[in-house]
Structure formats: structure tokens, C-alpha cells
Nanobody
Framework: QVQLVESGGGLVQPGGSLRLSCAAS????????MAWFRQAPGKQRELVAS?????NYADSVKGRFTISRDNAKNTVYLQMNSLKPEDTAVYYC????????????????WGQGTQVTVSS
């Protein structure tokens, strides 16, 4: 009932920047948290950044990545600067909140993922 659509991935050289977007749509009453995860080949999915009333970052991206949110658009962004080859991964958006059904239900939804490749 709640769909997440990511965009903004691609190929970038080391030191470059990308901005990911994730828009939530569907039967949404409210969104409590939004987050970005990533999964590199052969590795487990890991949390990159999350945002509620505050933000939280993985140590590996602190100072380089910034997560932000537009509540009016139900959209979360991830600004990625000073990208490194080790940032190469599929990036997934996640959102949790309440649906607009009666009664409301908790949802925990994932996007389909967007590829980020950092290479010269």
C-alpha cells in the first residue's frame, strides 16, 4: 500500500557527488522515519543514514553524506559528496509510519534500489 521510488544513482568518479531521492506514495497517514541503506556485492545490507526528528549516520559516511527530508512531498534525499570507490553499492530507501486505513496500520516499506558506482 506504500510504495517507495528511488532515483539519482549512476556512475561517478572518485571525489564526485550524487544526490539520491526517494519518494513515498500510497495510503500514507504519517511517516515516522526514513532511511538509506546500501548493499555492496558479497556484503550485508548496512544502514547509511536515517532521519526522524534527528539524523544518524554510519561512521564511514559522516562528514560526506547528508540526509534530508521534505515532509510535504514524503521525500527523502541523500546528498553524497567526496565519493569513494568503497561507496559503490545498491542504495535502498526505507520508510516506516502509519497508513491512512481505518484503523491505521504500521508500514515498513523498501524501495527497489538504485545503483551507485564510484570508479575512474
Amino acid at each position: 500500500q506504500v510504495q517507495l521510488v528511488e532515483s539519482g544513482g549512476g556512475l561517478v568518479q572518485p571525489g564526485g557527488s550524487l544526490r539520491l531521492s526517494c519518494a513515498a506514495s500510497g495510503s500514507i497517514l504519517s511517516i515516522s522515519s526514513m532511511a538509506w541503506f546500501r548493499q555492496a556485492p558479497g556484503k550485508q545490507r548496512e544502514l547509511v543514514a536515517s532521519i526522524t526528528s534527528s539524523t544518524n549516520y554510519a561512521d564511514s559516511v559522516k562528514g560526506r553524506f547528508t540526509i534530508s527530508r521534505d515532509n510535504a512531498k514524503n521525500t527523502v534525499y541523500l546528498q553524497m559528496n567526496s565519493l569513494k570507490p568503497e561507496d559503490t553499492a545498491v542504495y535502498y530507501c526505507n520508510a516506516g509510519g502509519a497508513t491512512s486505513s481505518s484503523p491505521p496500520k504500521w508500514f515498513d516499506s523498501w524501495g527497489q534500489g538504485t545503483q551507485v558506482t564510484v570508479s575512474s
